[in-house]
């Protein structure tokens, strides 16, 4: 072989190992699944059951009140009228009564004219106490409970449930019956987005939105979930005289936007226990000098992870996605904010919108200038790890066309049904694993220990 050819066949050979780095990703499960479309709970079926007696408050549930975890809003329904919008609370071990008013809300969508829509925010409570609520007059009063979380602080263990993209079909059940008994109990859930799927229904159904209020009631009325906006929560429907984006989700769910300085539900923060939860807004303007934009830049620097080390982003739509489905839809807002993910050191974004599961290695794309060509993800250790989550079970049914091969940011992928679980330990460690509805309550089909960003380099995975 003369030199000129043997330099060739190196150049070649260098040529074909960096590709097939490039192309050679993670692990794409064979797990054998159902691809049929899910169909949704019939209206009579048992988990949308309205409540005995007349004007029973109805579709109850609770998010976090405040920044740290001291506040909490209730939300329910009355269907027939006002009623009383009181909350009756008490701490476990304490014979004092609380009492707090909010306000009550009605909305109509094209030929829908909801309930009566009551949020109210208690304030100064304990943390890291049971409290018993009692909501509703006469033989219509219903009782519930939720426990406060801990103090905030850096080495406060807390474990969040992530879900997203839920509906409300039979693999809707099975996804929220397996949060349930999980046997890591989830205390808070992230909800990442895409909620009851009312809009998939002639004229937009909002019956759909009730139905689904009263299914999540059995969880959420006794733990908060954060909310995220999805595309399905923007009910834009000109034709139908309703302009207004998000204007159900706005009326039927109140967040505690203004305690971190947002202007707008769909953006805002909260601390809990060792996490500070971004919340973002895949469907609101979010380019430079957008009031998304401006928060957000304000927002990073106020993270202090000497008090909580664990910086965690929820959004909707995944920056990070090697399914043909939805494929590079979170291109723009990756171009915009992934820098500031890496500079901030970011521990976890999870997302929702593709109807199944992805973890990301820790990667970044932040070289590129438009005149160095350097567009390719690179492996980053100051990178979070990018999870989509959007696997509720709702009923569009799975995405399980993937682009091929997997590429090198993709760590696992797999099309099922399932939840996922954050549970963090100490400032150090947090352990991430995904449960897909087939298997049993214990089961992890994937799963990662999380070191975190500020705090700690390395990490390893097994799935
Ligand atoms: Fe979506």
């Known amino acids: 072989m003369g030199l000129r050819t043997f330099v060739f066949v190196v150049v070649l050979l260098g040529f074909v190992l960096s590709f097939l780095e490039f192309c050679n990703g993670g692990i794409t499960s064979s797990f054998v699944r159902s691809v049929n479309y899910s169909l949704d709970m019939p209206l009579d079926a048992d988990v949308f059951r309205v409540p005995p007696g007349y004007n029973a408050p109805q579709q109850v549930h609770i998010t976090q009140g405040d920044h740290v975890g001291k506040g909490v809003i209730i939300t329910w329904i009355t269907p027939d009228e006002p009623g009383s919008s009181t909350v009756i609370y008490w701490a476990e071990n304490s014979d004092l009564k609380n009492y707090a008013t909010g306000t009550v809300l009605k909305y109509k969508y094209f030929d829908y004219t909801s309930g009566y829509i009551h949020h109210c925010t208690i304030t100064d409570l304990e943390f890291d106490t049971k409290y018993y609520y009692e909501i509703g007059t006469g033989n219509a009063t219903r009782h519930f409970q939720f426990v406060t979380p801990p103090e905030v602080g850096p080495d406060v263990p ?5 879900i997203g993209d839920l509906g409300q079909t039979y693999d809707s059940n099975r996804t929220l019956t397996h949060y349930e008994l999980n046997p890591t109990k989830g205390h808070t859930v992230l909800f990442v987005g895409d909620l009851s799927y009312a809009d998939d229904y002639p004229f937009h159904d909002n019956n759909r939105w009730d139905t689904w209020e009263r299914f999540i009631e059995r969880n959420a009325a006794y733990q908060p979930w954060i909310w995220t906006a999805g595309n399905h929560e923007i009910d834009f429907a000109p034709a139908l ?27 805002y923060s909260i601390k809990r226990a060792s996490a500070y939860v ?7 303007a979010f380019g430079k000098y957008t009031p998304q934009y401006k928060w957000l830049k304000n927002e990073f620097p106020k993270v202090n992870r000497t008090e909580t080390p664990w910086l965690i982003i929820i959004m909707h739509c995944p920056m990070y996605n090697s399914y043909v489905h939805h494929f590079m839809e979170g291109e723009t807002m990756r171009v915009m904010y992934e820098k500031w993910f890496v500079e901030y050191k970011v521990d976890a974004v999870f997302a929702g919108h593709v109807h199944a599961y992805e973890r990301s290695e820790r990667v970044s794309n932040i070289r590129y200038n438009i005149v160095n060509g350097l567009c390719m993800p690179i492996s980053d250790q100051s990178a979070p790890v990018y999870i989509t989550i959007g696997d509720g079970g709702n009923l569009e049914g799975l995405a399980t066309s993937m682009t091929e091969p997997q590429p090198s940011y993709s760590a696992f992928r797999e099309a ?11 400032r150090t460690h947090a352990y991430f694993g995904w449960h897909r509805n087939q298997d049993g309550y214990a089961v992890e089909a994937d799963s990662l220990w999380l070191l975190n960003r500020f705090w700690k380099q390395s990490e390893r995975a097994s799935s």
């Open 278 to 284: 971004i919340v973002m807004s895949s469907y609101s």
């Open 158 to 162: 807390y474990t969040f449930g992530l």
């Open 241 to 267: 005289g309703e302009p207004i984006p998000f204007k159900p989700f706005s009326y039927r769910f109140h967040v505690p936007y203004r305690a971190s300085g947002s202007t707008s539900p769909f953006w």
């Open 416 to 426: 099922s049904f399932g939840h996922g679980i954050l549970d963090i330990k100490n």
